[in-house]
């Protein structure tokens, strides 16, 4: 995916959960608590899915 088209799906999923998911910063992205919250709920869910693969993710 194109890095336009990671900016448009993030975009998309912050209207959807209607909170800003991460600071954008010349330095990269850092998610905001909504973000990380987003986060620890998407890999509890991932985690009791059998089958799904978790790869390890810094998140500062």
């Known amino acids: 995916m194109s890095?336009?088209?990671?900016?448009r799906t993030i975009d998309r999923?912050?209207?959807?959960?209607?909170?800003?998911?991460?600071?954008?910063?010349?330095q990269g992205l850092i998610p905001t608590a909504a973000g990380k919250m987003l986060l620890?709920?998407?890999?509890?869910?991932?985690r009791r899915h059998t089958g799904c693969r978790?790869?390890?993710i810094s998140v500062r």
């Open 3 to 7: 890095q336009p088209g990671v900016s």
């Open 13 to 26: 999923l912050e209207r959807t959960v209607g909170a800003r998911l991460f600071h954008r910063s010349k």
């Open 40 to 46: 620890h709920i998407a890999l509890d869910l991932c």
């Open 54 to 56: 978790l790869r390890r």
